[in-house]
């Protein structure tokens, strides 16, 4: 299996919000540890639950299960660190690409970044206008980051 | 989601082991931490994940779901905190109730507790003439502290 290679953006304006649905995704850890985590998330009205074994580099194991909704909702709520991640996604086509804007909610309200998959570094791609600075391999941007410091509390 | 009610006695003698068959437990923790807790188990030939809160004196949050028990080895040999709890469980039915008598092998052999699940926290219930003192509540029992510190390191 090839690396997959993403590039991450800033997002200016707000014109790409009429460009898809924005389908609602909350999640958080019942274990972020180095070794294995455990997240839950809904993603609109579906629950998960996925456990992933430590980053190896080549492979990392990963088990996810589809659970009721209102169980991944309460764990959510009752269990998981805090703060949630709470975001709606944007999945938006443009030319053989699509982009996932994620319009952060919450503690990291007014962040809303879009990545890209690329099949190799110099792949060719359209940028559309809302696109801005590239924050690519940034770990302030990185999910873990997120919850252990908000965009709300960044200077 | 569900709230259960349970209360935990020691045993005594061996009259109880006559009663039922054994069925073999396999499990251990993706987390263990005092806020929730994260075990994976197999009983007998099925797989399960089971996400816990905290315990609030006797009555807690769970979560549980049927998984592949392939899923389920492979998480506890590759995943889960070592050493694994292993023990035969007998269900033994007094009066209304369903007693669960868990007799520990391994780190943890000699150590056997019985359980029963009520209704209420003050629900009557028979006490067969095997059960001994009650240690509902006590963190030396919790099986996430059994992994910690296994029964033959006690003093």
Tied chains: 1, 2.
Excluded: C
Excluded at 8 to 25: C, H, N, Q, S, T
């Amino acid at each position: 299996m090839g690396k997959e290679i993403e590039r991450k953006f800033l997002v200016k304006g707000d014109a790409w919000k009429a460009l898809a649905p924005g389908i609602r995704y909350r999640q958080g850890y019942l274990n972020s540890s180095f070794d294995r985590t455990v997240r839950v998330r809904t993603i609109g009205d579906q629950g998960f639950i996925t456990v992933k074994g430590p980053n190896n580099g080549i492979a990392r194991l990963e088990f996810e299960y589809v659970i009721p909704a209102d169980d991944a909702n309460e764990m959510l709520t009752e269990l998981a660190e805090k703060p949630l991640i709470e975001k709606n996604r944007y999945r938006i086509l443009r030319g053989k690409h699509v982009w996932e804007v994620d319009e952060f909610l919450g503690d990291n309200a007014g962040l809303v970044v879009a990545e890209i998959e690329l099949g190799s570094v110099d792949e060719p791609f359209e940028k559309p206008e809302w696109i801005g600075e590239e924050v690519s391999g940034d770990p302030r941007y990185y999910n873990s980051n997120l919850v252990a410091h908000p965009y709300s509390e960044w200077k």
